[in-house]
């Protein structure tokens, strides 16, 4: 009979990434492959207290872009810094998820996905590490404060007189209150950073997010809270939609 030879090391990262799942919101697991899981757990591992770690990971869905993930300390505005570090770097956001982990007591580390590609020529092959590392050291800048939202260059708004519509507008959750934003609107690059950084100047939270692009529109959801955890309230609902749809183009609220 040979005996079984245990590896320490790999028993290690196998309780790491299950410590990492167990953490992680319900249906987490039904959303991303074995291997994605493992990808995010790692890059969750080696951002060892740094400001902010990014990588590639294993992705099944065929979006024609590459798939990133962004670990870093969750924090009020941290959508919006990332979303500049992505504009900062030419990177247009295709699809995005955000997650949200307990770390530890009163400590929570956001896990937050995107499905890139190059702004200028819609090429994935030119995501390459090198420029993922300047990613992450443009991300780290903006958190510590070394650059501000002011220092990265804003895209240009929409100049053309195509009519378009749109829609933004609270849904409500299964205990009634309004927790859940949409916005659908057509796409444009620098889009995420406007919503984003909207939402921030709204003294609000952003617990969860999900960004879909369909052909030229775009769908975005964001669950969002007060500072302090409360719900949205009704009296908050009316200027949150005005903040976002000035984002958005501000001739639309002439």
Sequence with gaps: MIPTVLNP???????????FVESMPRGYRYVFSPRGISDHARLSHERAGAVARVGRFHSRRDLGAAAICVVADDRPGLLAAISAALVSEDLDVVHA???TRRVDEGVHEAVDVFWVRDQRSNNVEVVTDQRLAALEVCLSDIIEGRRTLADVRRPQ???????YETTIRFIEGDDGELTTLEVQTVDRSGLLLALAQALFEQGVQITRSEVRTEGDRVRDRFVILELDGSPIGLARRLDIQVAVLAAIDPS???
Excluded: F, I, P
């Design 9 to 19: 090391v790999s028993e290690n990262y196998q309780s790491r990434e299950s410590q």
């Design 157 to 163: 708004r929409r100049t053309d007189e195509k009519t």
């Design 252 to 254: 639309g609220l002439s």
């Design 97 to 99: 998820e955000a997650y």
